[in-house]
C-alpha cells in the first residue's frame, strides 16, 4: 500500500468530517494539479503530523533524558513536539496555496508572449485545437504550455469538444488574466467573432501591463540601490569609523567583536536580503 492509502486508510473519516473548513485548500489543490482530492490531502496531513509527533517526543525524550530528569524530559520533549508537528501541520496548509501563487506568477511572466504568439498563429485561420497544440508544444511558455496540453487532452482523450475544454481549463487557472483570456476565446469561437483581432487587442494590453510593469521594477531598483548605498554600505563604514575612535578614546575589547560582527556577518545577510527582495519584485522572475 502507498503512504497516502495507508493514511487514508486511518484518517479518512476525520478528512471527510473536517473538509469543510478547508474548502481553500480544496480550490488551491485543483488549481496547483496536486492529484489528491481534499480527503486525502487531510489524511496525509494528519498522518504525517501524527507521525512525525511521535518520532519526535522519543527522540527528544532520549535526549533531553540524559540531561534532566525522565518526566521533565518527557514533558519537554512533547511541548517541543507539538510545536514542531503543529508548524508541519501549517506547512501542508499553506503549501498548495503557495503553488498557487509561484504558478500564477510564471503565468503572469509569460502571458503577454503566449498571447503574441497566438494571435500570430491565429490570423492563419488554423483550427483552435491545433492553435493550443502549438502552444503546448513550446516549454518556454512554462505552465501556459502545460495548461494548453490540458486542453488538447481534454478533446483528444477525454473526447470534449473544444468550447468545453476550454472552459474547463479556464475555471482551474490560478491566473485571472490567463482565465479572462480562454474566456475571451471560446466567445469568439461560439459567436463567430474574429479570434485573430481578438487575440491581438489581448496582447497588446498584455505587452502595455508589462512595459509598465518593468518601468516600475526600474524606479523600485533605483530606490533599492540608494537604500542599500546609503543605509547599509555608508551607515556600516561610519559606525565602524565612529566605534574605532570611541574606543581609542575611551578603551573596550568589545568594540572589535561588535565590528567583526557586522563586518561578517550583519552586511552579508543584509545584501543577501536585499538579493531577495529585488529578484522578488522582479517581473522577470
Do not use: C
Not at 507521525?51 to 521533565?72: D, H, N, Q, R, Y
Not at 508541519?88 to 511572466?109: A, D, E, M, N
Not at 492553435?131 to 482523450?157: N, P, R, W
Not at 574605532?244 to 552579508?268: E, N
Request: hydrophobic share 50%; aromatic share 12%.
Amino acid at each position: 500500500m502507498s503512504y497516502v492509502s495507508v493514511a487514508y486508510k486511518l484518517f479518512g473519516g476525520v478528512g471527510r468530517s473536517i473538509r469543510g473548513s478547508f474548502l481553500d485548500v480544496r480550490d488551491n489543490l485543483h488549481k496547483a494539479s496536486i492529484a489528491y482530492t481534499i480527503e486525502e490531502y487531510i489524511s496525509m496531513a494528519l498522518f504525517t503530523v501524527m507521525l512525525t509527533f511521535v518520532l519526535e517526543t522519543i527522540m527528544l525524550s532520549f535526549i533531553f533524558g540524559l540531561i534532566i530528569e525522565p518526566i521533565a524530559a518527557v514533558m519537554l520533549a512533547s511541548t517541543l513536539a507539538a510545536t514542531l508537528s503543529g508548524a508541519l501541520f501549517f506547512f501542508f496548509y499553506t503549501y498548495p496555496g503557495t503553488l498557487v501563487k509561484h504558478r500564477r506568477g510564471q503565468i503572469r511572466k509569460v502571458l503577454p508572449f503566449a498571447s503574441s504568439y497566438l494571435a500570430t498563429i491565429a490570423s492563419s485561420k488554423i483550427s483552435p485545437l491545433l492553435m493550443f497544440k502549438t502552444l503546448s508544444g513550446f516549454k518556454e511558455y512554462g505552465y501556459i504550455a502545460k495548461e494548453s496540453e490540458q486542453i488538447v487532452k481534454g478533446v483528444e482523450i477525454f473526447g470534449m469538444n473544444v468550447s468545453t475544454a476550454i472552459k474547463k481549463e479556464a475555471k482551474r487557472t490560478p491566473s485571472k488574466e490567463f482565465a479572462e483570456l480562454l474566456w475571451g476565446i471560446n466567445s469568439m469561437l461560439t459567436s463567430g467573432g474574429d479570434l485573430a483581432d481578438f487575440l491581438r487587442d489581448k496582447s497588446e494590453s498584455f505587452m502595455s501591463d508589462y512595459r509598465r510593469r518593468i518601468r516600475k521594477y526600474s524606479q523600485d531598483l533605483s530606490l533599492y540601490v540608494e537604500i542599500y548605498l546609503t543605509l547599509i554600505i555608508t551607515g556600516s563604514i561610519f559606525f565602524i569609523v565612529l566605534s574605532s575612535v570611541i574606543s581609542t578614546l575611551a578603551g573596550g575589547a568589545s568594540t572589535i567583536l561588535i565590528q567583526s560582527f557586522i563586518v561578517f556577518l550583519l552586511l552579508p545577510m543584509l545584501s543577501i536580503g536585499f538579493i531577495v527582495l529585488i529578484k522578488s519584485s522582479s517581473p522577470l522572475e
